[in-house]
Nanobody, 115 residues
Framework: QVHLVESGGGLVQPGGSLRLSCSAS????????LGWYRQAPGKQRELVAT???????NYAVSVKDRFTVSRDWARNTVYLHVNSLKPEDTGVYYC?????????WGQGTQVTVSS
């Protein structure tokens, strides 16, 4: 059974940083592509970043140069380092993977950027 568990969210001031974590189980982590999405209140869920099995990364234009996605193969964990946070980065951040033709989501972790 596939499980994705996010952690690391919180309340942070503008300009601050967080490290979000996504622990994955039930998949072959070495070959899976994982992604981070976010959903702001009243808005649709949007792609933030992805990381492929070879470490190739892709970012939304709005977060490029501020966010960094990485993976730890030994811990089956994907990280999203979020820096220079802005109020518009507020939302629930979700981890995602597609495995054996099914789409899986974690429960999400809340990030709130406010002074």
């Amino acid at each position: 059974q596939v499980h994705l568990v996010e952690s690391g969210g919180g309340l942070v001031q503008p300009g601050g940083s967080l490290r979000l974590s996504c622990s994955a189980s039930g998949i072959n982590f070495k070959i899976a592509t994982l992604g981070w999405y976010r959903q702001a209140p009243g808005k649709q869920r949007e792609l933030v970043a992805t990381i492929n099995s070879d470490g190739t990364t892709n970012y939304a234009v709005s977060v490029k140069d501020r966010f960094t996605v990485s993976r730890d193969w030994a811990r089956n964990t994907v990280y999203l380092h979020v820096n220079s946070l802005k109020p518009e980065d507020t939302g629930v951040y979700y981890c995602n993977t597609q495995w054996r033709q099914r789409n899986y989501w974690g429960q999400g972790t809340q990030v709130t950027v406010s002074s």
